[in-house]
């Protein structure tokens, strides 16, 4: 695709993939960490994603795109179980996490989210100090040993220790906006979990903020996985190695639902995409 054919809003300019995100390894030579097989979500009777499948790779940010209600984050809840808590919530299909089809009724969906930890939109900080915050899983987890040097490393990691060294009695709920998604980040990373889950995690953030949490997931993510849900195409275009396209499919009788209209490296995605969904979507002329 020429330079001359892109519309009005530039994918090179407005979305800039920026040279910090090292080249994505090859295929072939990437880890898989979730297979996704023809997976729906289903809430009632009302399908809010349907046919996904898609496979996620490990030590790589991965972002979900797409417009409002999609099912982006339906469907990011279902990689940890989270929406067994929804009544009348089901799924079909299967989602392989390391080889074992979580989506059973067999797992136990606590031990799942141990190991795939989640960060919410809105900062959720326990009304407890900082350091409990942190400490909060590791002590129900019973990995109490060395709770200082976890809960140092977990803020460490979370790009806010030495914002808060001083004042680890402090309520977590005295933090900035940004502070407290950086402690969320910290408290979900302190189990060392395998993959974390991030819905909209800088939409409520200011641009340094967001870019302290962009960091942290770049820095990291040689450690974790992360999946991302933005709505910010810089923001994908800046961290994520490996971008999902979801759009809403229409059928008879008003029903609409998400489905997964592209995946692939983010740079293609944002520079040459397959699908025309797709650009028209990354270059704005719709959602
Ligand atoms: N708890 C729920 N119960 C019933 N339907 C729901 C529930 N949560 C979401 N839905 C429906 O599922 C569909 C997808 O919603 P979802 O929140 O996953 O979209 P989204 O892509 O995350 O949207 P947004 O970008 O606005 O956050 C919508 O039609 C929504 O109304
Ligand atoms: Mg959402």
């Known amino acids: 695709m020429t330079v001359e054919s892109q519309p009005s809003v530039s994918l090179e300019t407005a979305i800039k993939v920026e040279t910090r995100r090292q080249p994505m390894p090859p295929r072939e030579r990437l880890e898989q960490i979730f297979d996704i097989q023809d997976l729906d979500a289903i809430y009632g009777s009302k399908a809010a994603v349907k046919g996904v499948t898609m496979e996620v790779y490990k030590n790589l940010v991965t972002a979900i795109i797409g417009p409002s209600g999609c099912g982006k984050s339906t469907f990011i809840r279902c990689l940890n179980r989270m929406n067994d808590l929804i009544p009348g919530f089901r799924m079909n299909g299967s989602i392989r996490f390391q080889g074992e089809d979580i989506t059973a009724s067999s797992v136990d969906p606590v031990a799942v989210r141990r190991t795939i930890g989640m960060v919410f939109q809105r900062p959720n900080p326990f009304p407890k100090s900082i350091y409990d915050n942190v400490a909060w899983g590791l002590r129900v987890l019973g990995m109490k040993d060395n709770l200082d040097e976890r809960v140092e490393r977990a803020l460490t990691q979370a790009a806010l220790w030495d914002e808060v060294k001083d004042r680890l009695k402090a309520s977590g709920l005295s933090l900035s906006g940004g502070q407290q998604q950086r402690l969320c980040i910290a408290r979900a990373i302190a189990v060392e979990p395998d993959v974390v889950l991030m819905d909209e995690p800088a ?31 810089q923001q994908a275009a800046r961290v994520a190695d490996m971008t999902a396209f979801f759009s809403i499919s229409t059928g008879g009788e008003g029903q609409r639902w998400g489905e997964l209209v592209e995946y692939d490296a983010t740079e293609k995605i944002f520079t040459n995409p397959s699908d025309q969904r797709t650009e028209d979507y990354v270059t704005g002329r719709f959602g």
Request: glycine fraction near 0%.
């Open 203 to 233: 939409s409520a953030l200011d641009p340094i903020a967001t870019q302290a949490i962009e960091q942290l997931m770049h820095d990291l993510k040689s450690e974790y996985s992360f999946v991302i849900v933005t709505h910010n195409m």
